[in-house]
């Protein structure tokens, strides 16, 4: 696994694997180096099996301030940059490849997460946050569309009528507030936000990863489908499932009244 970026700094700790923007200065704004840097972390982890957890986060005070404005503002004034939506590719390719991540992803905010990092982190499978977290759909407040997937995750997340609000008001939410509306999973106190995210990727990392990737395709794959698609899912999904070294140690180790030990294959 590459660890030498510019904008990224990359640990692992056992089979998990924590990805952190850095560029704190600008509370982790996106520029073109740092969103090149993840894509390729985020694509080369997915097939890297001594991983089993993903947590994406990011450096100082902040998860992340959305696209960076002071770039963006010149590439434009500049010609640099295409359409927007050309732009827009290069995002949706790391959103593509958090969702196909064969493994779970957790984003772990403190502090502002804006724009299009909020809305990255709203792509990954769970988000702990602490209670310092600020969700801002900040699009609007510069005239645009929630993007990054923002338009597909927030209705999802929490119902049609507070994701216009959310969009339309673009005021902050804090941790509190977004695990009250399902925005994220879990809100802690600021002073035990590591320590609470390191359990949840360990436990997640010691778990049966194969399942894990067949439950995230089920059930975004459900999200979209009518009870029978589900269902006629569920049950290709169960073969593959049933065939694991870790679903045949864990039934063995239930009958010998013992804990599964899961390997991950
Ligand atoms: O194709 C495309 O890419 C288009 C897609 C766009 C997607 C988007 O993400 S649009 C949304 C872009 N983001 C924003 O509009 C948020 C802009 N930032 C803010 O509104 C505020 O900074 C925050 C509410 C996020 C945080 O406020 P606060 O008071 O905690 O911090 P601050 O003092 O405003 O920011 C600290 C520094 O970070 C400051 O720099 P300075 O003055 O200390 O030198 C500020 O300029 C810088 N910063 C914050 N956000 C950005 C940024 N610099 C560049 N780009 C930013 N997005």
């Not at 590459?2 to 600008?26: C, H, S, Y």
């Not at 407040?141 to 999802?156: A, E, K, N, Q, S």
Request: charged share 25%.
């Amino acid at each position: 696994m590459r660890t030498d970026f510019q904008n990224l700094l990359v640990k692992q700790d056992g089979a998990v694997l924590t990805i952190m923007m850095n560029r704190p200065e600008v509370l982790n704004a996106f520029n073109d180096i740092m969103l090149a840097e993840l894509t390729d972390a985020v694509e080369d982890v997915a097939q890297d099996e001594a991983v089993r957890c993903v947590v994406l986060t990011g450096a100082g005070r902040a998860f992340g301030s959305g696209q960076d404005l002071h770039t963006f503002a010149e590439d434009r004034s500049s010609g640099a940059v295409g359409t927007v939506s050309e732009h827009l590719q290069k995002y949706h390719r790391v959103v593509y490849a958090i969702r196909e991540m064969p493994k779970p992803v957790i984003a772990a905010v403190r502090g502002v997460a804006a724009g299009i990092s909020c809305n990255i982190a709203l792509a990954c499978d769970l988000r702990i946050v602490s209670d310092d977290a600020r969700f801002i759909e900040a699009f609007a407040r510069i005239g645009l569309v929630p993007d990054g997937g923002g338009g597909y995750f927030l209705p999802r997340l929490v119902g049609v009528g507070k994701a216009l609000e959310l969009s339309m008001l673009a005021d902050e939410v804090t941790g509190t507030e977004a695990e009250r509306i399902g925005l994220v999973n879990r809100c802690v106190p600021q002073e035990e936000f590591e320590e609470a995210t390191l359990a949840l990727a360990q436990r997640l990392a010691k778990g049966p990863t194969r399942a894990y990737a067949l439950i995230k395709k089920l059930i975004y794959t459900s999200a979209e489908s009518d009870l029978q698609t589900s269902m006629r899912l569920e049950g290709e999904l169960q073969d593959m499932a049933f065939e694991t070294e870790d679903h045949h140690n864990a039934v063995v180790a239930f009958l010998q009244k013992r804990k599964p030990e899961y390997k991950g294959r």
